[in-house]
C-alpha cells in the first residue's frame, strides 16, 4: 500500500515538473520574443528562397539536357556519353547543394515555424529537404534500373554504388532532427514567461517599471531600461506593476532568463522592494516605567 502511495507521489511530482523543450523550440520561442520586443521580424524569406536555388541546381547538376555549350553538368547525359567520372561528379554536387539546400531551409524554420495543425503539412514543411532529395535522386535511379540493355555492367556498378551513397548521405544530411511547430513555440514562450516571473518573485526581488513602459522587468539592467531616467522608475512587486497597468512581462527580460538558464549564469536581480511601515511620528509617544507609578 505504501508504494502504490509513493509511486502515486512520484507520478505527481513528475506531471508537475516544466516541461523540456528540445533545443530548436527554445532558439525560435527566443527569436520571436526579440521580435515581438523590437517590432522588427527577421527575414527568412531569403533562406527560403537561397533552398530552393540550391535544389534547382541540384537538379541542373543531376538532369541539365544538351543546350549546345557541351557543359559537364547533367549526370544522366554524362551517363549516356560513357563520361562515368563527370556522371559521379555531378551526383557528389547534387547531394552536396541538396544538404545546402536543405540545412537553410531548417534554420528558416527554427525561426518561423508553420502555424499548421495538421500532421501531415507539418512533416512535408519540416522534412522538405529529404522529400526533394529524393524527387532530384529518384529519376536517375528509375533511368538506371529501366536501360538495363542501354549501360554496361561495370558502368551500372559504380554510378548505382555512387547513386545510393550520395542519396542516403543527402538524405541524412537533410532531416530536420528537431522540428518546430508554432505550438511548441508558444508553449516554450508561456512556460519562460511563469518561470521568469517566479524567478524574481520567489526570490524575494522586485519588479521595475518606468512611466512611459508598457511592460514590468525583473533584471536591473535589462537593455530596455538601463538608460531610463531613475525619477521615471518605479520599483514594486508584480500584483503593484500589474495594478499600474504593466502586466506584461519584459519579453528582453524572459529572453534574457532563458540564456541565463541555459550559461548556467545569475543576472543581476532588482532589489526587494523596502516594506511599507506606517509613519512613526503619528503614533502615541510611550514612557517607559520607572517603577514609581509616576
Not at 512611459?212 to 506593476?241: K, L
Request: net charge negative; aromatic share 8%.
Amino acid at each position: 500500500m505504501e508504494d502504490k502511495k509513493t509511486n502515486k507521489a512520484a507520478e505527481v511530482a513528475k506531471a508537475e515538473e516544466p516541461k523540456k523543450h528540445s533545443k530548436a523550440a527554445l532558439q525560435a520561442a527566443l527569436a520571436q520574443l526579440e521580435e515581438e520586443e523590437t517590432g522588427k521580424r527577421k527575414n527568412t524569406v531569403i533562406f527560403r528562397i537561397l533552398a530552393f536555388v540550391c535544389w534547382a541546381l541540384a537538379a541542373i547538376a543531376m538532369y541539365l539536357p544538351d543546350i549546345g555549350l557541351n557543359l559537364p553538368f547533367g549526370a544522366v547525359r554524362m551517363l549516356f556519353l560513357n563520361n562515368v567520372t563527370a556522371c559521379v561528379i555531378d551526383v557528389i554536387v547534387a547531394g552536396i547543394l541538396c544538404v545546402v539546400g536543405a540545412r537553410l531551409w531548417i534554420y528558416a524554420n527554427h525561426i518561423h515555424p508553420t502555424k499548421s495543425h495538421n500532421k501531415v503539412v507539418q512533416f512535408i514543411w519540416n522534412q522538405l529537404g529529404v522529400i526533394m532529395a529524393g524527387l532530384i535522386f529518384a529519376p536517375l535511379a528509375i533511368i538506371l534500373i529501366a536501360n538495363r540493355k542501354d549501360l554496361d555492367k561495370k558502368t551500372k556498378t559504380i554510378v548505382a554504388a555512387v547513386l545510393a551513397v550520395i542519396f542516403v548521405g543527402a538524405s541524412a544530411g537533410s532531416a530536420d532532427y528537431h522540428p518546430v511547430t508554432q505550438d511548441q513555440v508558444d508553449s516554450v514562450v508561456q512556460q519562460l514567461t511563469e518561470e521568469a516571473e517566479g524567478y524574481g518573485f520567489t526570490d524575494g526581488d522586485g519588479v521595475r517599471w518606468t512611466k512611459y513602459g508598457n511592460c514590468y522587468h525583473i533584471f536591473s539592467d535589462c537593455q530596455s531600461i538601463r538608460n531610463s531616467n531613475p525619477d521615471n522608475c518605479t520599483d514594486g512587486t508584480i500584483e503593484e506593476a500589474i495594478e499600474s497597468n504593466r502586466a506584461r512581462l519584459c519579453t528582453f527580460c524572459i529572453k534574457r532568463y532563458a540564456e541565463a538558464k541555459e550559461n548556467g549564469e545569475e543576472p543581476a536581480h532588482i532589489p526587494a522592494p523596502a516594506p511599507k511601515t506606517e509613519d512613526l511620528t503619528t503614533l502615541p509617544t510611550e514612557v517607559p516605567d520607572d517603577g514609581t507609578g509616576e
